[in-house]
């Protein structure tokens, strides 16, 4: 039975039985606490866990999932890979442990005739925990299974939660037992548990785990808790592992001898003249390739890219490692062109949308291929040499700085250099190296910090914090002019006593209303009037270390010098524009979370005046219709005239509200909570909002795009902008409304439709009236040809507007 079969097949079960049929969500999952999609459950959790109401009573998905946690054993064992497909069933409230019993078992014991997998009842085994006597009395007396092939197992043996205090429940696991050619007999009341005998462990196959969400946990570590209660609704959770039971329906040794792999591993023969079986090595090899093939065709089919972090960098690494094997096996010519179309054809069939979308996929992955084959000869020679010089000193450690020199010049990741190390019976410095890595990411701050700056040193700001003993007092949320002394001026990143206009200049102030940038809030603008004349007009506000506040502008008049008594004002319209568009991105957050869910949470913003923008973590395109819905809510809850508060309280009884927080953003034991609406919205921020979201006016979206792996953007006009876009569509609308004869907005896409079919029309009528033309005049000027050396010839000028293809026909 072909995998895509077995895919097809479980969903359509499951859809009879009442199921919505949930589309897989992205690799790319909108957790940010993990990388990937890792198992069925994952885009469930909210609904298991209770921090959302499922839409529905029952669910069935086959889901895309990833794991690569142990990456550097693919290929060497058969049991371990990166991409598979977790098929999965799940009742949120509705049926229980009998029911997940009866419908696992008719799936995988019905006939192939009948639509289920064809397995043999007697071969089938099942784990309990040992109290659930309700699943193990249903299976004796109602499914008929053999007590011999029900295993009872302690708790901690049998169980599933989320590792914090929540939902817990008993698991019940289908094993099938392959023969005695593939292990020995399982003593009665006991199957092999991990680790153990691995053959007895291939003998018994885990095919299916049924989790029945009973329990609410208590706290503690592992599994060392308590468990408190029942809960009040009840759910189902199970994980089938589609290739695994796709190579054992094939009759296959393992998962990447099935028909969604293997085919990649025999193109991989041909290519550099090794056979599968024939060698151990060059099998590791061939299955790193069939493996890492298809997960990179499906990381980039959702939208990851090579990079050097985070998932770009698990892309990275799988590419280079299947490159680098193919080389190992004799092929040293670009080989994701002949590998990836062959993966794409196979994976296709359950996931068509990989048809259209794989122009874009190979560009990426033939140009990641194409990269690290200019660097891959340079740098193995510089391998080589290293590893030579080490193990001719008589060590076997790999120095760190030339793994580093590696990584940062050649593009090798740490993992692959650990890779060829090991190969060579070396072991990589890892401390020295990450010792290097920790210099140069000191060394990127630094130049991030001169591009706010204009200086790479902070030292000098730091003993200017130090020097006036503590943070400059910011008093612009609630004063827009502060009366206020000048303690610090700098030029070109040095202390002076005074400077004359014009210069460009830093200024220090004792305490003052402009917001320097931080958080997503562009900075203010004004001025410094200083006493005696003098005008520092201010153009940029930042923070150049924690706390202190520094104006950069141009003295524009007089003299300006430490101790000056001066009157800071901000640009107010400007200041007003932004605290509108701030408190705007707050809006879109939460109504953003309301539609997506709670995993849609923010990657980044930027409030300037009339505009924001607004980064958030979710896997995918956002349809348009939720995006009419987020606008429409937001302007509904700008005319309740919501109000708007901050508070500045511990950060524990922050997060106790819900408030929400910049995922990886530093915060101090103090924090200032910003509140919409009382309890709608909650977040942690420090910029300047408006005092009720009347003040806003309107907000439009205006587009959501991708803007990097799993992190998507939404663009809006705010207030004056957003109604003189507004008002330019408008009359933009009545203009075609005009030229086009209707009476309404309404009847302009009908009036366009109506006009391009009939130039459609208009064009064909000329094609054939051209067409008729031409055949009329062709035998004249055949008969005009005239004879050169043999040879007939017609030269004639068709004239304009005949193209190519009319005189073809």
Same mark, same amino acid.
């Given at each position: 039975?072909?995998?895509?079969?077995?895919?097809?097949?479980?969903?359509?079960?499951?859809?009879?039985?009442?199921?919505?049929?949930?589309?897989?969500?992205?690799?790319?999952?909108?957790?940010?606490? +993990?990388?990937?999609?890792?198992?069925?459950?994952?885009?469930?959790?909210?609904?298991?866990?209770?921090?959302?109401?499922?839409?529905?009573?029952?669910?069935? @998905?086959?889901?895309?999932?990833?794991?690569?946690?142990? +990456?550097?054993?693919?290929?060497?064992?058969?049991?371990?890979?990166?991409?598979?497909?977790?098929?999965?069933?799940?009742?949120?409230?509705?049926?229980?442990?009998?029911?997940?019993?009866?419908?696992?078992?008719?799936?995988?014991?019905?006939?192939?005739?009948?639509?289920?997998?064809?397995?043999?009842?007697?071969?089938?085994?099942?784990?309990?925990?040992?109290?659930?006597?309700?699943?193990?009395?249903?299976?004796?007396?109602? +499914?008929?299974?053999?007590?011999?092939?029900?295993?009872?197992?302690?708790?901690?043996?049998?169980?599933?939660?989320?590792?914090?205090?929540?939902?817990?429940?008993?698991?019940?696991?289908?094993?099938?037992?392959?023969?005695?050619?593939?292990?020995?007999?399982? $003593?009665?009341?006991?199957?092999?548990?991990?680790?153990?005998?691995?053959?007895?462990?291939?003998?018994?196959?885990?095919?299916?785990?049924?989790?029945?969400?009973?329990?609410?946990?208590?706290?503690?570590?592992?599994?060392?808790?308590?468990?408190?209660?029942?809960?009040?609704?009840? /759910?189902?959770?199970?994980?089938?592992?589609?290739?695994?039971?796709?190579?054992?329906?094939?009759?296959?040794?393992?998962?990447?001898?099935?028909?969604?792999?293997?085919?990649?591993?025999?193109?991989?023969?041909?290519?550099?003249?090794?056979?599968?079986?024939?060698?151990?090595?060059?099998?590791?090899?061939?299955?790193?390739?069939?493996?890492?093939?298809?997960?990179?065709?499906?990381?980039?089919?959702?939208?990851?890219?090579?990079?050097?972090?985070?998932?770009?960098?698990?892309?990275?690494?799988?590419?280079?490692?299947?490159?680098?094997?193919?080389?190992?096996?004799?092929?040293?010519?670009?080989?994701?062109?002949?590998?990836? $179309?062959? @993966?794409?054809?196979?994976?296709?069939?359950?996931?068509?949308?990989?048809?259209?979308?794989?122009?874009?996929?190979?560009?990426?992955?033939?140009?990641?291929?194409?990269?690290?084959?200019?660097?891959?000869?340079?740098?193995? /020679?510089?391998?080589?040499?290293?590893?030579?010089?080490?193990?001719?000193?008589?060590?076997?450690?790999?120095?760190?700085?030339?793994?580093?020199?590696?990584?940062?010049?050649?593009?090798?990741?740490?993992?692959?250099?650990?890779?060829?190390?090991?190969?060579?019976?070396?072991?990589?410095?890892?401390?020295?190296?990450?010792?290097?890595?920790?210099?140069?990411?000191?060394?990127?701050?630094?130049?991030?910090?001169?591009?706010?700056?204009?200086?790479?040193?902070?030292?000098?700001?730091?003993?200017?914090?130090?020097?006036?003993?503590?943070?400059?007092?910011?008093?612009?949320?609630?004063?827009?002019?502060? /009366?206020?002394?000048?303690?610090?001026?700098?030029?070109?990143?040095?202390?002076?006593?005074?400077?004359?206009?014009?210069?460009?200049?830093?200024?220090?102030?004792?305490?003052?209303?402009?917001?320097?940038?931080?958080?997503?809030?562009?900075?203010?603008?004004?001025?410094?009037?200083?006493?005696?004349?003098?005008?520092?007009?201010?153009?940029?506000?930042?923070?150049?270390?924690?706390?202190?506040?520094?104006?950069?502008?141009?003295?524009?008049?007089?003299?300006?010098?430490?101790?000056?008594?001066?009157?800071?004002?901000?640009?107010?319209?400007?200041?007003? /524009?932004?605290?509108?568009?701030?408190?705007?991105?707050?809006?879109?957050?939460?109504?953003?979370?309301?539609?997506?869910?709670?995993?849609?949470?923010?990657?980044?913003?930027?409030?300037?005046?009339?505009?924001?923008?607004?980064?958030?973590?979710?896997?995918?395109?956002?349809?348009?219709?939720?995006?009419?819905?987020?606008?429409?809510?937001?302007?509904?809850?700008?005319?309740?005239?919501?109000?708007?508060?901050?508070?500045?309280?511990?950060?524990?009884?922050?997060?106790?509200?819900?408030?929400?927080?910049?995922?990886?953003?530093?915060?101090?034991?103090?924090?200032?909570?910003?509140?919409?609406?009382?309890?709608?919205?909650?977040?942690?921020?420090?910029?300047?909002?408006?005092?009720?979201?009347?003040?806003?006016?309107?907000?439009?979206?205006?587009?959501?795009?991708? +803007?990097?792996?799993?992190?998507?953007?939404?663009?809006?006009?705010?207030?004056?902008?957003?109604?003189?876009?507004?008002?330019?569509?408008?009359?933009?609308?009545?203009?075609?409304?005009?030229?086009?004869?209707?009476?309404?907005?309404?009847?302009? $896409?009908?009036?366009?439709?109506?006009?391009?079919?009939?130039?459609?029309?208009?064009?064909?009528?000329?094609?054939?009236?051209?067409?008729?033309?031409?055949?009329?005049?062709?035998?004249?000027?055949?008969?005009?040809?005239?004879?050169? @050396?043999?040879?007939?010839?017609?030269?004639?000028?068709?004239?304009?507007?005949?193209?190519?293809?009319?005189?073809?026909?």
């Amino acid at each position: 039975m072909r995998t895509s079969e077995i895919h097809r097949r479980f969903l359509a079960h499951f859809e009879k039985k009442a199921h919505e049929v949930v589309p897989s969500t992205s690799l790319v999952s909108n957790d940010p606490s +993990i990388l990937f999609t890792i198992a069925g459950m994952v885009p469930f959790i909210p609904y298991i866990v209770g921090t959302e109401m499922a839409p529905y009573d029952r669910a069935v @998905s086959v889901q895309k999932c990833i794991r690569t946690n142990d +990456i550097e054993n693919v290929g060497r064992t058969t049991r371990h890979g990166t991409f598979f497909q977790m098929a999965g069933n799940f009742s949120f409230g509705d049926y229980f442990k009998t029911g997940a019993i009866d419908f696992s078992w008719e799936l995988l014991t019905s006939s192939v005739d009948d639509g289920g997998f064809g397995l043999e009842p007697e071969r089938l085994w099942i784990t309990l925990w040992e109290q659930d006597q309700e699943s193990y009395d249903h299976l004796v007396q109602v +499914i008929g299974l053999d007590p011999a092939r029900i295993v009872q197992l302690p708790w901690e043996e049998s169980c599933w939660d989320t590792g914090q205090p929540g939902p817990a429940g008993s698991t019940g696991e289908w094993y099938y037992d392959r023969g005695p050619e593939y292990g020995p007999d399982a $003593p009665t009341g006991r199957l092999p548990q991990w680790p153990g005998d691995e053959r007895a462990e291939d003998r018994y196959l885990e095919i299916w785990n049924l989790v029945f969400d009973q329990f609410l946990r208590g706290p503690g570590k592992g599994k060392d808790y308590e468990l408190l209660g029942e809960l009040d609704q009840k /759910a189902i959770d199970t994980g089938l592992g589609v290739e695994r039971l796709a190579y054992l329906l094939q009759g296959k040794q393992n998962m990447y001898e099935i028909d969604q792999i293997f085919p990649v591993i025999e193109k991989a023969q041909e290519l550099s003249g090794r056979r599968y079986g024939a060698d151990a090595e060059d099998d590791v090899h061939l299955r790193i390739i069939g493996d890492h093939v298809r997960s990179a065709l499906m990381l980039v089919g959702d939208g990851v890219r090579p990079g050097n972090e985070g998932r770009g960098y698990v892309l990275r690494r799988l590419i280079r490692r299947a490159v680098r094997s193919l080389r190992l096996l004799g092929y040293a010519e670009p080989s994701m062109p002949h590998l990836l $179309p062959i @993966s794409k054809d196979l994976m296709a069939e359950s996931y068509p949308e990989l048809e259209a979308d794989f122009p874009r996929i190979a560009e990426i992955v033939y140009a990641e291929e194409e990269t690290f084959r200019r660097t891959l000869e340079t740098g193995t /020679a510089i391998f080589d040499q290293v590893a030579k010089s080490a193990a001719a000193d008589g060590g076997r450690v790999l120095p760190g700085d030339e793994a580093f020199k590696l990584h940062d010049t050649y593009g090798f990741p740490i993992d692959l250099t650990m890779e060829m190390a090991a190969e060579v019976g070396l072991q990589v410095d890892e401390d020295a190296f990450r010792s290097a890595m920790q210099e140069q990411r000191e060394r990127a701050r630094a130049d991030a910090a001169a591009k706010k700056t204009g200086h790479t040193d902070t030292g000098l700001y730091n003993r200017l914090l130090s020097e006036r003993g503590g943070e400059v007092p910011f008093l612009g949320y609630t004063e827009d002019t502060v /009366a206020t002394t000048v303690e610090s001026v700098l030029v070109d990143g040095a202390l002076v006593d005074s400077v004359q206009a014009p210069a460009q200049v830093e200024v220090v102030l004792a305490s003052t209303p402009f917001y320097a940038e931080s958080g997503g809030q562009l900075a203010d603008q004004g001025s410094i009037a200083l006493t005696g004349g003098g005008l520092v007009e201010v153009d940029d506000v930042q923070k150049p270390v924690k706390g202190l506040i520094v104006h950069r502008g141009r003295l524009v008049e007089g003299e300006l010098a430490p101790g000056v008594s001066a009157i800071a004002s901000i640009d107010r319209d400007r200041r007003g /524009a932004i605290a509108r568009a701030h408190t705007a991105t707050h809006m879109v957050h939460e109504s953003l979370r309301e539609e997506l869910g709670h995993g849609a949470t923010q990657a980044g913003s930027e409030n300037s005046p009339g505009r924001m923008r607004f980064d958030f973590r979710y896997g995918q395109a956002v349809p348009k219709s939720v995006l009419e819905q987020i606008e429409g809510r937001v302007n509904t809850l700008l005319q309740e005239e919501l109000s708007v508060t901050d508070e500045q309280m511990p950060i524990d009884e922050a997060r106790a509200l819900g408030a929400q927080a910049l995922f990886g953003e530093k915060y101090g034991d103090i924090v200032r909570v910003v509140s919409i609406g009382g309890d709608w919205s909650r977040e942690l921020c420090g910029g300047t909002h408006v005092a009720s979201t009347g003040a806003i006016g309107t907000v439009q979206l205006m587009g959501e795009a991708s +803007i990097g792996s799993g992190v998507r953007r939404v663009d809006a006009l705010v207030g004056l902008s957003a109604y003189r876009h507004q008002a330019k569509s408008h009359a933009l609308v009545s203009q075609l409304s005009e030229m086009l004869k209707v009476g309404s907005a309404e009847e302009l $896409p009908e009036r366009v439709r109506s006009l391009t079919q009939r130039m459609r029309d208009m064009e064909k009528q000329l094609a054939t009236l051209r067409g008729q033309q031409l055949q009329a005049e062709a035998g004249r000027l055949v008969d005009s040809a005239q004879d050169v @050396s043999g040879v007939r010839v017609l030269l004639h000028d068709a004239g304009e507007g005949v193209a190519a293809g009319d005189l073809r026909t």
